[in-house]
């Protein structure tokens, strides 16, 4: 079976054939088919064939292009249909570049080129026509004749509308698109010529354009759609005492050619005779509520719409015939598009009124107003980026132009509001109880207070919803492609984000082409430090990587979004990818062998995941101690501690180019010996919370530049005469000191994170402890030897215990400068820092730390532990030496502490609780 069959349709073109068989057979690609159907040829069309004995020949009786070209598909055998009019000619390389467009994007179905007309004779080029069709190739894109299909399309569509004469193209657009394939594919270079010789049916036909193309859907819609349990458009009318009006507005509807449509009416608490009137209608979903303003009431009418399409008319208002065709075609014609406005008119019902000033403004205001929202057809996802009608404009009293607010918003969203068809489809009727006329506030005031409350919103900044990281080292050749990729996902609500290591080539001014990316540059340091900067500029809830000289295809945040919303549990959440060779040569290469291979088992690489960016701060940031292999590290160590956090979708979203320069090519014996040592480390450690004695208590240090006191505080948790296993962690809090260094010198467990705060830190750490009790620590201050043994005690004397709590004493460090030696004075109980032994499940219970407190979280913590009223113990030894030096965060932040611990009181007296201490007991 070949792998193409070109189709040509062909009725007495003999003069023409010969010329586009030739440019067919030049293409270089030999596996396809060629298959004229001739409609009734009257020429000497068959002799001229015999000079092609490739081509698989049929006739039939004149029966039209559209019956010519049904036959052609029922003799197709190919997996890809092509189209060729037998006056037409492609030029060559165009099977080629089609193809390899359909090889690299799985999900495209049909794929486009550009084309361009000539004249055969430059005397018709005064002609009206033929100038109408040299300009149409700019507005026309998606022309079927340049099309490379998969048959599949067809299949699912069904084949041409043998009733039409012309523009059977056209609809057969429109029903693939409603079948679900997406029109979007082009190549933007021309591959296709369009003969214009004066005998072109386009411009013979004695079928005007514009009634064929009328005759195409009401044909479409009516036959082909009917049956069809879902209206392709919900019509939504909010009416409020519009009975004398209203039948007029259901007519102009019932009025279009257009047959799958629903009508939805909702009655805004009418006093009026409207419920009778509309009997007349069985075709109406009639909705009532209680009076409370058009945005109620067309929210409530979007809830109930069922179409892929929605529209609005006001109640007193009219349609014009054709408006749903032409804003249809209008929508397949342009497929970025998702909503298009038509022009509008006003008119009077009472010429009395024309002397109103405000009538005045509204008659002059079709002329400014070139999108007025009832004239729009709108695609219904769009509500779902800008929101619906703001109900609040009612209670405002400003009772009108809620329309304006959510165009504004839908703008504000990144929605492309430009589209508009300046022939006039709408008729508004001016008749003295508009709301807009009659309203407690002039429009002027409530446009403005519209305008200006979105525009602070717009001005807001909002946090992204996806980070995108970049790390890039010399790859100005590629990185435009990746950043071009990330640009065309379908999400607006995401940021860039690229780290340059040290690049010595043009990266830099390549990106200034972008002025969305955020750049960031650092002397050279490796991918690890690039990584672990991206992290720290990032904002987004969600974070993702692209290498800088790879691509994503089309989706790939869409589909990896959807998972994440679907499936809680999980974290990280990887696409396939497929390598792919920038230069052939390199494919004998070991290092290439290896990581096809590689690719054919399904490896999880980091640049293919969508990742929850709570993962980060669970299980720390890259490892520097990997040149290359630091994502494999990362998700061992994920994988490790929580088998359901990673999940895998079987599709190709990302495309890896092999070049010769990639790291993992440069390094790769070196790569594969440090894969194995990260996986031997993980197995390691998986084996020992495996089968070790379980650890009874975790010693957790949230540390921020504190090199220069946390090895003796490590020391003094290292010198205790606790028998039982300690695990101690400590959450490096962006520290530009030697603070991890050191922790991870003393063989702690380090977490880093980003600069986030004391209390992030802590919950950081109190994630990954793995001990039944928890002990935290500041790294400034130090604990006795037998503090753990001390308080530990104090359970295996009462079960019931959930948390002890005992004193500390305060001493000066000798470089402190500002002694003050009234803050040393007799031992005092101390909070959860360094003075208190916790059980872990304590936690599940009253929560974790409060992260928007700066210096209250601890004493807000304990204070709902109190509420709580769960027994907990004190004793009267010393069990931590808390360190005063002029750096302290409670002397530093006094201010701030005072204002958090008196918030907090407030809120305790607020709420009417009594006491002072802590519920338990002394010993």
Not at 81 to 100: C, E, H, I, T, V
Not at 145 to 152: F, G, H, Q
Not at 307 to 316: H, M, V
Not at 347 to 373: A, M
Request: aromatic share 8%.
């Amino acid at each position: 079976m070949p792998r193409i069959s070109t189709l040509i349709p062909v009725h007495n073109n003999a003069a023409y054939i010969g010329e586009a068989l030739d440019s067919l057979l030049a293409q270089n690609y030999t596996d396809l088919e060629i298959i004229i159907v001739d409609d009734g040829s009257t020429d000497h069309l068959r002799e001229m064939l015999r000079a092609y004995p490739q081509v698989s020949y049929f006739h039939q009786e004149h029966r039209g292009i559209s019956t010519a070209r049904n036959l052609c598909l029922e003799k197709a055998g190919g997996e890809y249909l092509a189209f060729l009019d037998a006056d037409d000619r492609w030029l060559p390389g165009k099977l080629n570049a089609q193809l390899d467009y359909l090889d690299a994007h799985p999900d495209c179905e049909i794929i486009f080129t550009g084309y361009s007309n000539f004249l055969q004779d430059n005397s018709l080029e005064k002609l009206p026509r033929v100038q109408f069709e040299l300009g149409i190739e700019k507005t026309n894109p998606f022309y079927l004749p340049t099309a490379l299909a998969k048959r599949a399309v067809f299949e699912k569509s069904g084949g041409f509308n043998e009733q039409l004469q012309i523009g059977e193209d056209i609809e057969i657009l429109l029903k693939m698109k409603l079948a679900g394939t997406k029109i979007k594919h082009r190549l933007d270079q021309v591959y296709y010529q369009r003969r214009l010789h004066g005998k072109n049916i386009t411009l013979t036909h004695q079928v005007s354009p514009r009634f064929s193309h009328k005759h195409i859907f009401m044909d479409n819609i009516r036959k082909n759609l009917q049956q069809k349990l879902q209206p392709l458009v919900s019509v939504m009318i909010p009416a409020y005492n519009c009975a004398a009006y209203i039948t007029k507005a259901l007519d102009s509807i019932l009025a279009q050619d257009h047959a799958n449509l629903e009508i939805i009416v909702v009655d805004d608490g009418s006093t009026d005779n409207l419920q009778e009137v509309l009997q007349a209608y069985p075709q109406v979903s009639y909705l009532h509520q209680q009076n409370s303003g058009p945005s109620s009431a067309r929210n409530l009418a979007i809830s109930k719409a069922k179409g892929e399409y929605l529209a609005f008319l006001d109640a007193d208002d009219y349609w014009l015939p054709g408006k749903l065709a032409a804003q249809l075609r209008y929508l397949t014609e342009h497929p970025g598009c998702q909503i298009v406005f038509t022009a509008y008119k006003n008119f009077l019902e009472d010429e009395s009124l024309r002397d109103s000033p405000q009538v005045q403004y509204e008659i002059g205001l079709e002329q400014t107003n070139k999108f007025y929202l009832p004239t729009a057809l709108i695609h219904r996802d769009l509500f779902a980026v800008s929101g619906t009608f703001n109900e609040q404009l009612t209670h405002e009293k400003i009772n009108m132009a809620e329309d304006t607010d959510l165009l504004l918003r839908m703008q504000f969203s990144g929605i492309d509001i430009k589209h508009r068809l300046d022939e006039i489809f709408y008729q508004r009727r001016l008749h003295g109880n508009n709301s807009v006329l009659s309203g407690p506030t002039p429009a002027e005031f409530a446009l403005k207070n519209i305008f200006a409350r979105n525009m602070r919103e717009k001005l807001r900044p909002k946090p992204p919803l996806v980070s995108v990281m970049i790390p890039t080292y010399n790859c100005a050749a590629y990185i435009k492609q990746a950043v071009d990729s990330v640009l065309a996902q379908n999400h607006p609500n995401l940021e860039i984000i690229v780290v340059d290591d040290g690049s010595t080539d043009n990266t830099r001014e390549i990106l200034q082409a972008y002025p969305a990316v955020k750049y960031f540059f650092q002397e050279h340091q490796g991918i690890p430090a690039s990584r672990n900067l991206c992290l720290e500029k990032a904002s987004g809830e969600y974070l993702a990587f692209v290498d800088a000289d790879d691509y994503w295809l089309p989706g790939k945040l869409d589909v990896q979004l959807k998972h994440l919303a679907e499936h809680p549990e999980c974290k990280m959440i990887f696409v396939k990818y497929q390598n792919f060779l920038s230069d052939e040569k390199l494919r004998q290469h070991e290092g290439i062998q290896h990581e096809f291979v590689a690719e054919a088992k399904n490896y999880t690489l980091m640049s293919t995941s969508l990742i929850r960016k709570s993962v980060f701060a669970d299980y720390g940031n890259f490892s520097r101690d990997f040149p290359v292999g630091e994502d494999a590290d990362l998700i061992c160590r994920i994988s490790t501690h929580d088998k359901q956090a990673i999940n895998y979708l079987d599709q190709v979203y990302y495309m890896r180019r092999l070049h010769g320069e990639n790291s993992v090519l440069l390094h790769n014996a070196r790569s594969r010996e440090l894969h194995k040592k990260i996986l031997l480390r993980n197995f390691r450690a998986s084996v020992k919370n495996t089968y070790q004695q379980p650890i009874a208590i975790s010693v957790v240090i949230p540390a921020k530049n504190a090199a220069k006191y946390l090895q003796e505080t490590l020391d003094s948790v290292r010198a205790q005469d606790f028998k039982e296993p300690v695990q101690v962690i400590v959450v490096d809090d962006g520290s530009t000191d030697d603070t991890a260094a050191i922790a991870e010198k003393s063989g702690c467990k380090v977490l880093r994170i980003p600069a986030s705060g004391a209390p992030k830190a802590r919950n950081t750490g109190l994630r990954q402890a793995d001990g039944e009790f928890i002990f935290l620590l500041d790294a400034d201050d130090l604990i006795t030897s037998d503090a753990l043994s001390l308080l530990k005690r104090e359970f295996e004397k009462d079960q019931q215990l959930r948390a002890v709590f005992a004193r500390r004493q305060n001493f000066i460090s000798p470089d402190c400068a500002s002694r003050d030696d009234t803050e040393t004075g007799e031992p005092q109980f101390g909070g959860i820092a360094g003075c208190a032994l916790i059980r872990k499940e304590l936690f599940d219970l009253v929560g974790y730390f409060d992260e928007a407190q700066q210096a209250g979280d601890a004493i807000a913590w304990q204070l709902k532990l109190q509420n709580l009223g769960v027994k907990t113990g004190r004793i009267l030894d010393v069990v931590a030496k808390r360190r005063l030096h002029d750096n302290n965060f409670s002397r530093v932040h006094r201010q701030q502490e005072y204002q958090d611990y008196a918030s907090l009181l407030r809120k305790q007296l607020l709420a009417g609780k009594k006491g002072n201490g802590f519920s338990g007991t002394t010993r």
